[in-house]
Each structure stands twice: as structure tokens, then as C-alpha cells.
């Protein structure tokens, strides 16, 4: 099943603050995040675990409630290199492998 | 010092013509995926080998194949390319499982145009 982000686009001004969230409706393990710029592959930004452990990007910052099976990715103090879209993944039964939601466009302005 | 190497990066073929795409890895990791992107979506998991167990997804076409002869290079053969099969191909790697808690690495993508 895709998880569901929100929102679907967000545009910045430099300097601003974001939050994207991410939903689940079966119970979640970890959640993973990645960033594709266009025209390019998706790159690692973070992977949330159950039980609080965290991997990733020292510069963003997440959340992961378990029992509410969200996720939350904050940027804050956006840069332009933060523009571009925004996938959150969570394993599918098995944990074998990932399915990714829709993602949420981020465009960051000067 | 590219990772995850993918060849070609663009490539044009006819309806119906066989293509194949390519990956190969520098890393060592266990598993190798195949996406299927299209335009404004999220990435398509079409199959993933573990090591040489191969897993398909229930819903991958069967005009879509794939083989892993060994550790490094992975194949992605499309026998008869119709026009909905256009999009970009993405290839990533991780060590272990997504359960494992390991990131995935993705290589550039090849971008097939079905004429």
C-alpha cells in the first residue's frame, strides 16, 4: 500500500521553514526519505527505525510516531539546494523492499 | 567515483523492438532493484534480486525480464517496448533488505523513448 504525503507542492522563499508529512495505513517499521532534483536519480536523506534510532542527513531533521504511523521530514532555514521532490518509502510486507508515495514538490525561491 | 553505473543513459527504440539496459555496481551490496519512473510519479518497483534469488513484483508486466549474472551487473530486457513503456529506468543497490534499515543507492537512470 502508498503511503500518502501531504502536501502535494510547497513553494519557499529562502530562509523559510517546510514540513512534509508522510502516512501510512499499516503498521510501520521504519520509513525511509529521499530527495530527486530534476532530471536526476533520487538521492538518501534519512531513514527513521522503530524504536527512535535514526540514519541520514545531519542537516534535516525528522520525526517517526509509530503508534500514528506518520513520518515528518523538517527542513528548516531552506536553501535553493533544498528545492525538489520529496519521496518518503515504506517497506512492504516481507520488508524486502520499499514502496515509495507520491511525493511532495519543494521549490525553494531566492 | 561512480556507484552505480548505468548504460545507456538515454536510448531510442522502435515499437516492438527488443531493448535491453544495464547496471552495474561498485559496491558490493546484496540486493540490486529495478524501478520504472514516468513523468511526475514516484519510482515503480518492477523486480529485485537478492543475491540470485529474483523477485518479481505482482503487477510487472511480463514483457519485462531480468538477469544478474553475478554480483556487479544486473539486466533489465524489455522483449516487445510498446509506447506506455517510455519513462526512465532506475536502478539502485542496497546491502541488505529494506527492513535492514540500509539506504539505497540509485544510479542515474536510462530515459527510453519508444518510437
Known amino acids: ?10 513553494i519557499l ?5 517546510a514540513v512534509i508529512n508522510c502516512s501510512s495505513s499499516k503498521a510501520l517499521y521504519s520509513v525511509h526519505w529521499y530527495r530527486q ?6 538521492v538518501f536523506l534519512m531513514i527513521l527505525l522503530k524504536g527512535g534510532e535514526q540514519k541520514g542527513h545531519e542537516k534535516i531533521s525528522a520525526s517517526f510516531n509509530e503508534k500514528k504511523q506518520q513520518s515528518s521530514l523538517y527542513l528548516t532555514a531552506s536553501q535553493l539546494s533544498y528545492s ?7 517497506p512492504n510486507s516481507g520488508y524486502s523492499t520499499l514502496t515509495f508515495g507520491k511525493g511532495t514538490m519543494l521549490l525553494v525561491s531566492p | 567515483d561512480a556507484m552505480v553505473i548505468q548504460n545507456p543513459r538515454y536510448q531510442v ?4 523492438k527488443p531493448v535491453t539496459l544495464s547496471c552495474s555496481q561498485t559496491l558490493n551490496h ?6 520504472q519512473q514516468k513523468s511526475s510519479q514516484a519510482p515503480k518497483l518492477l523486480f529485485h534480486y537478492y543475491d540470485k534469488d529474483f523477485n518479481n513484483e505482482a503487477d510487472t508486466p511480463d514483457n519485462f525480464q531480468s538477469r544478474r549474472p553475478n554480483t556487479s551487473f544486473c539486466f533489465l530486457d524489455i522483449r516487445s517496448p510498446g509506447l506506455g513503456d517510455a519513462a526512465m529506468y532506475l536502478c539502485a543497490t542496497s546491502r541488505v533488505r529494506a527492513s535492514g534499515g540500509d539506504e539505497q543507492y540509485f544510479g542515474p537512470g536510462t530515459r527510453l523513448t519508444v518510437t
Open chain 2, 30 to 35: 546484496n540486493v540490486m532493484y529495478w524501478y
Open chain 1, 13 to 17: 522563499r529562502e530562509g523559510e521553514d
Open chain 1, 84 to 90: 525538489g521532490t520529496y519521496f518518503c518509502g515504506t
Open chain 1, 37 to 42: 532534483k530534476h532530471g536526476e536519480a533520487p
Open chain 1, 1 to 10: 500500500q502508498q503511503p500518502v504525503q501531504s502536501p502535494q507542492a510547497v
Open chain 2, 13 to 16: 527504440t522502435q515499437f516492438g
